[in-house]
């Protein structure tokens, strides 16, 4: 399909759901805003807005609350057109767009921490206006990029659609998911099928037209233009890092599957992560993997047995699982209890040597949530039942059982409320054969504990929180069904032509309370592992744009030569298309920067 070259774009009003520009300019702000003729609005007002969009101030502020800035101009677009005016503005008046939606990110993507309110940058809030969904075709729906995942899986699932996979918070917005190549965690269970608009990698794959905001070198301005999924430049764009503004997306789906979701908490990190061969009995990672497709751990710090989520397809309910109508069914994740808030501040505050018990409790909590059983809180000493009052088991246990649960796709996909223990991530992918998935993991694991057990000894406690692994496949372009099209660039899990029997991608996260004393110089060591691991021989490393990386002993987005060489070169590796030309492609459709940062100045280079 050709490129289109638009002045707006709207959606047929049949298929349009919630998105309306009926409300004036002016007649809303969102809560916690300050308009720009109040008296508490400060620093000078920008330059007037074009189409008569008003700013207002607010303070960004991400979700974990490690990038806080003062008050910076703001304003929400009631079309993309507008969006279009307003890079144009940018332009001429030499600010930059920062588009906006959920905040739920860990990397300076979209601002700087400390950004101050003289920076000439506009946050454009997106969630306000720009969130309509419709069906394109029977296969493919028309989303704008203000949507939030929750609302774009409910549409979905109202009419029997939906996706494999996809990451677990739904209070994300689709523009934010594809920015960063976002994903679930799905790999073909033995013997499976992919069906029809299904993939096993990020949703950026699933992507068949984008509509952006770019530089029309004829007219000299920025325009709406679209582009299809077949066109070479488009592979620069469904991974942009926020280097570009996505006003809208035609995403593949396909007809929507029942998952059961069994959790087990009995297997001992010893036999679920063991090296290939050395323990009998079917319940390593990859036997999960092998049997269902779809896992995830999370291994609780200081704890001997994760918590293991296995999702598989299943037409009809299981007698045993309880069904679920709508998504978030943990709800013991959802809010942290008083008595355990009060130990996380005491850990934070510097009572490090409380971290075993922190852990200890975290996994008692979601034994307890998941199965009611309560015997391993009865034995446990004193220090463990003062948090875990009688009146916070109770409630627990009056959550009913949820360790077998069966439902639409959506139900159980997305299980993390905006609510839940807000904590520090950093975040990996290695590109590896199916085969060494669980080689791959008995590295990564029996480091981890060994640095753990190091850093103990020294009588520091850098990671209270938990390891998170998950497991996907590689964005195939054909997952698309469109003919020509092409891999994400920039994508995390985009496959290497030179090493085509990796068709795996093991994620990996250290989560941690923010402010936990030595958390950088311990994921710092961490990082420094992974790169000499898994080097290019064997395996592969990349990072995960929205989480922490680059760490140096004091922050994390810090370490220039990971900026500067191990980043761009992993995304180099295999010759064929990759950063080089992500960077030529973004550059040449936004040659004044106007949708940039500093941090993406630099690393985009």
């Known amino acids: 399909m050709a490129e289109r070259h638009l002045h707006d774009r709207e959606m047929p009003r049949r298929t349009v759901l919630g998105a309306s520009a009926a409300f004036g300019a002016t007649a809303w702000l969102p809560l916690g805003t300050v308009g720009a003729d109040s008296a508490l609005a400060v620093g000078p007002r920008p330059p007037a807005l074009p189409g008569g969009l008003e700013p207002y101030q607010t303070?960004?502020?991400?979700?974990?609350?490690?990038?806080?800035?003062?008050?910076?101009?703001?304003?929400?677009?009631?079309?993309?057109?507008?969006?279009?005016?307003?890079?144009?503005?940018?332009?001429?008046?030499?600010?930059?767009?920062?588009?906006?939606?959920?905040?739920?990110?860990?990397?300076?993507?979209?601002?700087?921490d400390g950004t101050a309110r003289t920076a000439p940058v506009l946050l454009v809030d997106t969630t306000r206006h720009l969130n309509a969904i419709g069906l394109d075709s029977p296969t493919t729906v028309r989303v704008q990029t203000g949507a939030t995942m929750e609302r774009l899986l409910a549409f979905l699932g109202d009419r029997r659609l939906g996706v494999t996979a996809c990451p677990a918070p739904g209070d994300l917005t689709v523009g934010g998911v594809l920015a960063i190549g976002g994903h679930g965690t799905a790999v073909p269970a033995a013997g499976e099928r992919r069906p029809d608009g299904h993939g096993y990698g990020t949703l950026s794959n699933q992507v068949t037209q984008l509509t952006a905001v770019v530089w029309d070198e004829a007219a000299r301005r920025y325009t709406l233009r679209t582009f299809d999924r077949s066109q070479a430049d488009t592979a620069a764009f469904l991974v942009h890092l926020g280097r570009a503004f996505l006003t809208e997306v035609v995403l593949r789906v396909g007809a929507d599957r029942n998952l059961r979701c069994v959790s087990l908490l009995d297997i001992p990190a010893d036999e679920l992560f063991a090296r290939p061969g050395t323990v009998r009995g079917g319940r390593s990672f990859a036997d999960f993997l092998d049997r269902d497709g779809r896992a995830e751990a999370i291994w609780f710090a200081f704890t001997e047995k994760p918590w293991l989520k296995v999702w598989s397809v299943e037409p009809t309910r299981p007698l045993s699982s309880r069904a679920v109508t709508e998504p978030y069914n943990y709800p013991f994740s959802d809010r942290v209890p008083e008595p355990l808030a009060r130990l996380i501040g005491r850990i934070v505050a510097g009572a490090g040597h409380l971290t075993p018990l922190f852990g200890q409790i975290q996994y008692l909590i979601a034994k307890v949530g998941l199965t009611g059983d309560l015997a391993d809180v009865l034995l446990s000493d004193s220090a463990v039942r003062e948090v875990l009052t009688g009146d916070l088991l109770t409630h627990l246990v009056a959550g009913g059982l949820r360790s077998d649960l069966w439902g639409p796709s959506r139900t159980l996909l997305q299980y993390v409320r905006p609510t839940t223990l807000r904590v520090t991530a950093n975040g990996y992918a290695v590109l590896v054969r199916r085969a060494d998935v669980q080689w791959a993991l008995?590295?990564?694991?029996?480091?981890?504990?060994?640095?753990?057990?190091?850093?103990?000894?020294?009588?520091?406690?850098?990671?209270?929180?938990?390891?998170?692994?998950?497991?996907?496949?590689?964005?195939?372009?054909?997952?698309s069904g469109v003919p020509g099209a092409r891999p994400p660039l920039l994508s995390p899990v985009r496959p290497r032509a030179d090493r085509p029997e990796w068709d795996t991608a093991l994620w990996l996260d250290v989560l941690t309370l923010p402010g936990t004393p030595h958390l950088h110089r311990f994921l710092r060591d961490v990082e420094r592992f992974l790169w000499r691991t898994f080097d290019g021989t064997r395996a592969a490393l990349r990072v995960e744009w929205s989480k922490g990386w680059a760490y140096t002993d004091d922050a994390a987005w810090a370490d220039q030569e990971v900026i500067d060489r191990r980043v761009p070169d992993s995304l180099r590796a295999g010759g064929g298309e990759g950063w080089d030309e992500a960077v030529a492609v973004l550059n040449r459709h936004d040659p004044h920067r106007v949708f940039g940062t500093a941090f993406l100045d630099s690393l985009l280079s």
């Not at 079309?79 to 739920?104: M, Y």
């Not at 103990?456 to 929180?465: D, E, F, I, S, W």
């Open 59 to 112: 303070r960004y502020r991400n979700w974990v609350g490690e990038i806080r800035t003062d008050p910076l101009w703001t304003c929400s677009p009631r079309t993309a057109a507008e969006v279009a005016g307003l890079a144009n503005w940018a332009r001429a008046h030499g600010w930059r767009l920062r588009a906006q939606g959920r905040r739920h990110t860990w990397a300076p993507l979209t601002v700087a």
């Open 442 to 479: 008995a590295e990564f694991t029996g480091h981890y504990r060994r640095l753990v057990q190091e850093y103990r000894q020294r009588g520091r406690y850098p990671v209270n929180g938990a390891v998170e692994i998950r497991v996907t496949g590689l964005d195939d372009p054909a997952w």
